[in-house]
């Protein structure tokens, strides 16, 4: 049966199954049908175009099949279609110059063809969200002045077109989100971007863009993620970035800027992730890294051309910071003793550069650090014991060192799945091999003892055996000798 006056049904986040029932669609009165995040199958029903007053279908997050119906671009009262995140496929339909539609939502589809010029040109459209589907063609204009959009995000299809000739068909007052990454979409970024100053999320990753940062970035001051990485820019880090007092998310890396990171960015007050790797940059880390705010949990540096230490002060005011990866650059210096400041790290990776000194004992004190990675720089002296205190310690590569001693503190990092530590001078790893077995997670373990393949031979023995014995599992060891004197090398490997 149905009920004739009906005008409101919701019944999301229910765990419903099964199909959507078509006589829903024969309540003539029913204006919203809300079903999101359920687990309902099965098409839209062909009745759905008897629903002749239904303004807003919800229906994301299920596991709908089959096509949108074409009743959606021609209904007049439709004003809300969100189907994102289920398994639709097919096209998007062509939309009638009557439809009042505002919002049309359906990414994670997969859905294919063009985006019809009769959907983007619709003038009370505010929201178009059609990300991870597969979509050809270029990316059609939009309503200019008359229309009113809020919300653009076309990211992951293989869409074409200007981002130059794309943004000036977008009334710029209104919207908040554009994002474009994952497209063919090319081009420079025009100036006319900093007429949208209501932006708060600018993600155009991967995009084949071109050119520099236009200055006039600075005017987007809402902005709160900008996301440039991937891309082929040019040029420098736009001083004006300062204004951004609220970007919380700035990343930019895999292009081709250069210069130094702006003074100005001591004004980013609200940072979380400061992303810049894999571009040209140069400058002095210590110079703008004490500039970044106490807010900060990401920083991504590596494969630039950063120089000088890690200064004491620069790294003291950053209490949240999980992540520091600056692999990749002309650091010099020792690792400072105030690392223990770092107290949230979950990985430090410094590998590659240039760092000298012993490795601090407050090391130690980093007891989140899931990830250390030293490798190819000049550390010298013995493993400090502390290194036993990293109990969450997944991965340690410190090979290409001058580290000296034992390495027998090892033995002591109970969730260890990967090592690295070759090409050290490490003087004694039998008691290491001895207790190679009480790796219960340990996965590969690459190490330097010396030139005797009787400490080699018994540890894989002994590894063998306590898997035969149901008290290890399987490993892969390398264990890997070399002689300085006649600089050759041997290797022995074993994989259970």
Known sequence: GTIP??????????????????????????????????????????????????????????????????????????????VGSNNLNGTIPSFASESNIVSFSASSNNLWGTIPLTLTRQPSLAALFLAQNNLTGPIPPFAGPQGSLQGLALQFNDLT?????????????????????????????PTVIGNFQSLT????????????????????????????????????IPSEIGYLTDLGVFQIASNNLRGE???????????????????????????????????LTGLFVAGASFSGNIAPRSIQNLPLLQQFVAFGNQLTGRLPNQINRLSNLVTLNLFNNRLTGALPAEIGDLTNLQVLTLGRNMFRGQLPDELANLSDLRVLVINQ????????????????????????????VNGLCDGIASFSGLAAIFVTPPAQCNCRVRAAHDVVRQVKAGTCSPVKLFLHSSSSSSRSSSSFGVTI
Not at 221 to 227: A, E, I, P, R
Not at 266 to 292: I, K, M, Q, Y
């Open 161 to 189: 077109g200007d981002i130059a000739t794309i943004l000036p068909s977008i009334p710029p007052n209104d919207l908040g989100i554009l994002a474009l990454g994952g497209t063919y979409l090319g081009g420079t970024i």
């Open 261 to 295: 990171i702006p003074q100005t960015i001591e004004a980013c007050t609200s940072l979380s992730l400061f992303s810049v790797a894999f571009n040209p940059l140069t400058g002095r880390l210590r110079d703008w890294l004490e500039l970044l705010p106490d807010t």
């Open 401 to 428: 060192n001058n580290f000296t001693g034992s390495p027998d503190v090892i033995r002591n990092l109970v969730s260890l799945e990967t090592a690295i530590i070759t090409e050290n001078h490490f003087d004694e």
């Open 201 to 236: 999320t600018l993600s155009i990753s991967d995009a084949m863009l071109e050119g520099p940062i236009p200055t006039e970035i600075g005017n987007l001051t809402n902005l709160g993620f900008l996301q440039l990485d991937r891309n082929e820019l040019d040029g420098t």
């Open 5 to 82: 006056a009906m005008r409101e049904l919701w019944l999301s986040n229910n765990d419903l199954t099964g199909y959507i029932p078509s006589n829903l669609f024969q309540v003539s009165s029913l204006a919203l049908l809300a079903i999101e995040e359920n687990y309902l199958n099965g098409t839209i029903p062909s009745t759905f175009s008897n629903a002749v007053n239904l303004q807003r279908f919800v229906a994301r997050n299920n596991n709908l099949t089959g096509t949108i119906p074409k009743f959606v671009g021609q209904s007049t009262s439709l004003l809300i279609f969100s």
